[in-house]
């Protein structure tokens, strides 16, 4: 089943951004990079909407970015996939599939799952619990590979990563969901 997500207002040039996302089972403070890999429940496909003609604005005007990230139905994602051995390193599971994104059906953005990040999982949760208190529940978007581009109302998104659950969505008029 595809659910809808309304084309946000305020806007007239909105963007995909497909991402690997993981899920917390356990956080803190100032977690180091071994312990990192034990606070991983599993991982989840999303696809960050970006307002890019606003985020383009704020840049321009060195302001921050807040309204073109983040907005009701910013951050679809799929069901959440348990991490298979809670001993391995966060990307074992993931080894040899890529992440993909297609819209109506057109391949968009493609890359390795495991090496789409400038930093390792580990180094990400490390990084964020330096300066926000993590939690069980806590949901990370991890980045997006090179093919981002626009999305008009009907699209159809579709986002695979091997045995992931997939995330798919339409994009709906303004104010349907």
């Known amino acids: 089943m595809t659910s809808q ?3 946000p207002s305020a806007t007239h040039d909105l963007h995909h951004e497909a991402e690997l996302v993981v899920a917390l089972k356990d ?3 100032n ?7 034990s606070c991983i429940f599993g991982y989840a496909l999303g696809c960050d909407l970006t307002r ?9 005007m060195r302001r921050p970015w807040d309204t073109a ?25 993931l080894k040899g599939f890529s992440l993909q994104c297609r819209v109506d059906g057109s391949l968009r953005q493609k890359a390795d799952c495991t090496n789409l990040m400038i930093w390792s999982i580990e180094e990400t949760i490390s990084t964020l619990s330096k300066y926000f208190q993590l939690s069980s ?13 626009s999305l008009e109302i009907g699209n159809k998104i579709e986002i695979t990563c091997g045995p992931l659950p997939e995330c798919s969505f339409s994009m709906a008029e303004r104010g349907i969901n």
Do not use: H, N
Request: hydrophobic residues 25%; contains cysteine; proline residues 8%.
């Open 5 to 7: 997500v309304p084309y």
């Open 27 to 29: 956080g803190g403070s």
């Open 31 to 37: 977690i180091s990079i071994e312990e990192a890999s």
């Open 52 to 60: 890019r003609d606003l985020q383009s604005k704020a840049k321009g």
């Open 69 to 93: 990230k983040g907005f009701d139905f910013s951050a679809p994602c799929g069901e959440i996939w348990p991490k298979k051995d809670p001993s391995s390193t966060s990307t074992d599971d």
């Open 137 to 149: 529940g806590d949901l990370i978007m991890t980045g997006t590979p090179a093919g981002v581009s």
